[in-house]
Nanobody, 122 residues
Framework: QVRLVESGGGLVQAGDSLRLSCAASGRTFSSTTMAWFRQAPGKEREFIVGIDNSNNAYYGNSVKGRFTISRDNAKNTVYLQMNSLAPEDTAVYYC????????????????WGQGTQVTVSS
C-alpha cells in the first residue's frame, strides 16, 4: 500500500515557477514508477511527466522543456519543477504511483494523491 500526499500548489502569474512535491508512504518507494497527471476544468485528466525506478524521465509534449521531474528515494518524495508557467497549465495536479514499468496510461497507476490546485493568471 502506498499513500501519496501532494503539496506546493498555488496561485502564480504567467512566467513564474512552482515546485510540487509528492510524499509517499511505504518502504518500497524506490521500486515505484511515479508520474504526474493534471486535470484542467472541463477536460479529462492527462499524463504530463513520469519517472521510473531507474530514474529515467518521460515528458509529455505540453510540458517538455519547461517541467522537470525528479525523485529523492531517501525522502520518499517525487518533485515536479514547473517553469515558465502559462494560464493553460491551470489544473489540479495529481501524483500517481505504480509498481509496473513506466506507462502513460493512468489506468496502470494504482495509487493516487488527492491533488493540488495550480492556478496561473495571465
Amino acid at each position: 500500500q502506498v499513500r501519496l500526499v501532494e503539496s506546493g500548489g498555488g496561485l502564480v502569474q504567467a512566467g513564474d515557477s512552482l515546485r510540487l512535491s509528492c510524499a509517499a508512504s511505504g518502504r518500497t518507494f524506490s521500486s515505484t514508477t511515479m508520474a504526474w497527471f493534471r486535470q484542467a476544468p472541463g477536460k479529462e485528466r492527462e499524463f504530463i511527466v513520469g519517472i521510473d525506478n531507474s530514474n529515467n524521465a518521460y515528458y509529455g509534449n505540453s510540458v517538455k522543456g519547461r517541467f522537470t521531474i525528479s525523485r529523492d528515494n531517501a525522502k520518499n518524495t517525487v518533485y515536479l519543477q514547473m517553469n515558465s508557467l502559462a494560464p493553460e497549465d491551470t489544473a489540479v495536479y495529481y501524483c500517481a504511483a505504480s509498481y509496473r514499468p513506466f506507462l502513460t496510461d493512468q489506468a496502470q497507476y494504482d495509487y493516487w494523491g488527492q491533488g493540488t490546485q495550480v492556478t496561473v493568471s495571465s
